[in-house]
């Protein structure tokens, strides 16, 4: 078991890598320079993109030399129980354009369980970390998920609404959006930060890879809410992925299956597995 001081280490050296990552990309936001690459899977990488992932992996490297790093960039390196996440930019697409939610993203995963997260939003300022036991934090104050107690009472936020049809999503989507109480694009990382710190309620993604949302198991977990895929599980290998409150989980749920009638038949609050 690691130990709170270990965490706490851990969780300092991610939050100070991701902003000096983040800083490195501002030197590069908005200045009408760059020039970005289609990757195999036809999604955009830059150079900031890569000088960050060598910035992360140099820090790593120098504080932690037996860990192992996996990197949107430039993949695995190394093989051990503990395994920093990276993810130099999540949001390529809104960097490129000038948007300001595009984020830095590292997480720690320790004997398969992520312990460690921080998102860097480098155009905002604004930092939102957590590690398990140590409480979930932005820019320095004590996060927590909304109080809402139902789904009409909040909002919902998403990526790519095409996305949802593309993975046999639509369906639910659509119940989703029509019980909340308003819907917006806030998208990638950051509207799943936007759950963890009380501003909005529910945000979905129906394709997620591990290097985007690795910080946000802890974060989501430590301010009281729930990250994981569709059906209740915390992690993020499952492909997809959705931030709510512990409170909203059942709701959501019984909307993502269908089953949105109280009574007898109710589906109970699933068991978060880690």
């Not at 004590?142 to 139902?150: D, E, G, K, L, N």
């Not at 997620?208 to 990250?227: H, K, Q, T, V």
Request: charged share 25%.
């Amino acid at each position: 078991m690691v130990s709170s001081v270990n965490l706490r280490e851990y969780l300092d050296f991610a939050a100070q890598t991701a902003y000096e990552a983040g800083r490195l990309t501002l030197g590069y936001f908005r200045t009408g320079v760059m020039r970005p690459e289609l990757k195999p899977d036809d999604t955009p990488v830059t150079v900031a993109d890569r000088e960050a992932e060598r910035l992360i992996r140099a820090r790593i490297g120098a504080r932690y030399p037996g860990h192992a790093v996996v990197g949107e960039e430039y993949g695995l390196e190394g093989d051990s129980s503990h395994r920093w996440i990276v993810d130099p930019i999540d949001g390529t697409k809104a960097f490129v354009r000038g948007v300001p939610l595009y984020g830095v993203l590292i997480g720690l995963e320790i004997e398969g369980t992520c312990e460690v997260g921080a998102a860097y939003f480098p155009a905002l300022d604004e930092m939102v970390y957590a590690a398990a036991g140590e409480g979930c934090y932005c820019n320095g104050r004590r996060s927590r998920v909304s109080r809402a107690q139902t789904l009409e009472r909040g909002i919902l936020s998403f990526t790519d609404a095409s996305s949802f049809e593309e993975h046999n999503r639509e369906a639910a989507f659509r119940r989703l959006v029509q019980t909340a109480g308003a819907s917006r694009g806030w998208s990638d990382a950051y509207g799943h930060a936007l759950v963890a710190t009380g501003r909005i309620e529910l945000m979905l993604d129906a394709v997620m890879n591990p290097w985007d949302c690795a910080p946000f198991p802890p974060i989501l977990r430590e301010a009281g809410g729930y990250f994981g895929d569709w059906s209740g599980n915390e992690t993020i290998y499952a492909n997809e992925a959705l931030s709510t409150t512990r409170a909203l989980l059942p709701e959501v749920r019984r909307l993502i299956e269908g089953t949105q009638t109280r009574g007898a038949g109710e589906i109970p609050h699933p068991e978060i597995k880690s």
